[in-house]
C-alpha cells in the first residue's frame, strides 16, 4: 500500500491520559500535515512539516499538543492530559513540493474518543 | 469572515441532474484550488483541483475558478446515487502554505 497510513485507526481513552498517533506519509512526499476534524466541521489545520522542519503550527493549537518528524519520514502527534473537547478525527496528509503546491492525499484518520 | 465559506446543505438533486457546488474564499492572494469528496466515516479523497481562472474538466466533474469573485464552484454531471457525500473546498495561499477548508456541503442525491 502506497498511499498515506495512519495508526492506530480508533483510539479511545481516559480523560487525562496521554495518546500518541503515528503517520507515514507517501514516501516520496516532503510536506507532511496534520488536521483535526469534528462531526460536520471541515478538517482544521494543526500543524506542517516540510522534512523534519515544523514550519506552521495552528494559533489554536494548545500546549497539550506536539508533532514530531525526526527524520522527515513517519510523524507523531502527541496529545498530553486528554480533555473530552478533544475527541475527534485526526487526520494526516502528505505532499509533494512543487512548483506551485500540489495537491494533499489523506491518510484514512485515526479516530480519537476522550472518555 | 471565515476564510472559506460553503453552504452546508443538504443539497438534493435527482439522480442524473446536475449538482452544483459553490465555494468563496476570503484571502485574494490564494495561489490554489481543490475539491475534495468525504464519504460519511471516512477520509477526503481529492476530486481536482485548478489553479487558473476558468473550467477544468475531468470526466462527469467540472470545476470553475473566478479569481476576481473569490469564488469556485464544482459541477457534477450525470449525478448518481454514489455521490451522495460531503464536498470539501480547500484553498492554498501559495508555496510553503498549509491548505484551508471549508465546512463541506452534503449532497444528496435521490434515485
Known amino acids: 500500500d502506497t498511499g498515506v497510513s495512519q495508526n492506530p485507526r480508533h483510539k479511545i481513552t481516559k480523560r487525562g491520559q496521554n495518546v500518541t498517533f503515528r503517520c507515514d506519509p507517501i514516501s516520496e512526499h516532503n510536506r507532511l500535515y496534520w488536521y483535526r476534524q469534528t462531526l460536520g466541521q471541515g478538517p482544521e489545520f494543526l500543524t506542517y512539516?516540510?522534512?523534519?522542519?515544523?514550519?506552521?503550527k495552528s494559533r489554536l493549537l494548545s500546549d497539550r499538543f506536539s508533532a514530531e518528524r525526526p527524520k522527515g519520514s513517519f510523524s507523531t502527534l502527541e496529545i498530553q492530559r486528554t480533555e473530552q473537547g478533544d475527541s475527534a478525527m485526526y487526520l494526516c496528509a502528505s505532499s509533494p513540493v512543487g512548483n506551485r503546491d500540489t495537491e494533499a492525499f489523506f491518510g484514512q484518520g485515526t479516530r480519537l474518543t476522550v472518555v | 469572515q471565515k476564510e472559506v465559506e460553503q453552504n452546508s446543505g443538504p443539497l438534493s438533486v435527482p439522480e442524473g441532474a446536475i449538482a452544483s457546488l459553490n465555494c468563496t474564499y476570503s484571502?485574494?492572494?490564494?495561489?490554489?484550488f481543490f475539491w475534495y469528496r468525504q464519504y460519511s466515516g471516512k477520509s477526503p479523497e481529492l476530486i481536482m483541483f485548478?489553479?487558473?481562472?476558468g473550467d477544468k474538466e475531468d470526466g462527469r466533474f467540472t470545476a470553475q475558478l473566478n479569481k476576481a469573485s473569490q469564488y469556485v464552484s464544482l459541477l457534477i454531471r450525470d449525478s448518481q446515487p454514489s455521490d451522495s457525500a460531503t464536498y470539501l473546498c480547500a484553498v492554498n495561499k501559495g508555496y510553503g502554505q498549509n491548505f484551508v477548508f471549508g465546512p463541506g456541503t452534503r449532497l444528496s442525491v435521490l434515485p
Open positions: 512539516f516540510q522534512n523534519e522542519a515544523q514550519l506552521e
Open positions: 484571502d485574494r492572494g490564494s495561489q490554489s
Open positions: 485548478i489553479y487558473s481562472n
